[in-house]
T-cell receptor, first 115, second 110 residues
Framework: NAGVTQTPKFQVLKTGQSMTLQCAQD?????MSWYRQDPGMGLRLIHY???????DQGEVPNGYNVSRSTTEDFPLRLLSAAPSQTSVYFC??????????????FGPGTRLTVL | GDSVTQMEGPVTLSEEAFLTINCTYT??????LFWYVQYPGEGLQLLLK?????DKGSNKGFEATYRKETTSFHLEKGSVQVSDSAVYFC?????????FGSGTKLNVKP
């Protein structure tokens, strides 16, 4: 198993550009989520999905879109990049049907800089 | 709203010292509680978890007990090693959402 993979590892954008951060998992997890990590603020939930075709907003969804057309993939789209979106982005997945087995597996992260 | 509060760092200890990192949470219902660890340049890894009141999670010498009466989940280790140097995050899962604390950086000196 590759686990949770993210691409790219690093990205530099100019203000106003759009891009998609890719996330994939091969563990057949229903639950997938995106976080941003900023210094001193821990991880904040952007969007999450409890299954293919189902997505919902987290704590900081503005400026980001997601879709979940397959169980494996959960891309995050930045519509019009802003310097405030400079951050490290983590994707995670989990099996959720059994509460005692709930454990999020994290990808390695994407470091995004918006100039 | 739901939130996690954990002690600020950095925490600097000598090798073999006792470690406590405090964590309290605000949540409705009965959340599952977690501690995650992040080594430099890496993603988060699950360290331990507890899913109901009075459960004790443990792993690699670390322990934490789910205290519903005080809404706390403090992380402890009896004797830290240099290799434990990392950032530790307290978190809980409730109603399809994960909430993280701001992280506590631990530096262990030889």
């Amino acid at each position: 198993n590759a686990g949770v993979t993210q691409t790219p590892k690093f990205q530099v954008l100019k203000t106003g550009q759009s891009m998609t951060l890719q996330c994939a998992q091969d563990m057949n997890h229903e639950y997938m989520s995106w976080y941003r990590q900023d210094p001193g603020m821990g991880l904040r939930l952007i969007h999450y999905s409890v299954g293919a075709g189902i997505t919902d907003q987290g704590e900081v969804p503005n400026g980001y879109n997601v879709s979940r057309s397959t169980t494996e993939d959960f891309p995050l789209r930045l519509l019009s990049a802003a310097p405030s979106q400079t951050s490290v982005y983590f994707c995670a997945s989990s099996y959720v049907r059994d509460r005692t087995r709930f454990e999020q597996f994290f990808g390695p992260g994407t470091r995004l800089t918006v100039l | 709203g739901d939130s996690v509060t954990q002690m600020e760092g950095p925490v600097t200890l000598s090798e073999e010292a006792f470690l406590t990192i405090n964590c309290t949470y605000t949540a409705t219902g009965y959340p599952s509680l977690f501690w995650y660890v992040q080594y430099p340049g890496e993603g988060l890894q699950l360290l331990l978890k507890a899913t109901k009141a009075d459960d004790k999670g443990s792993n690699k010498g670390f322990e934490a007990t789910y205290r519903k009466e005080t809404t706390s989940f403090h992380l402890e280790k009896g004797s830290v090693q240099v290799s434990d140097s990392a950032v530790y995050f307290c978190a809980f899962y409730n109603f399809n959402k994960f909430y993280f604390g701001s992280g506590t950086k631990l530096n262990v000196k030889p």
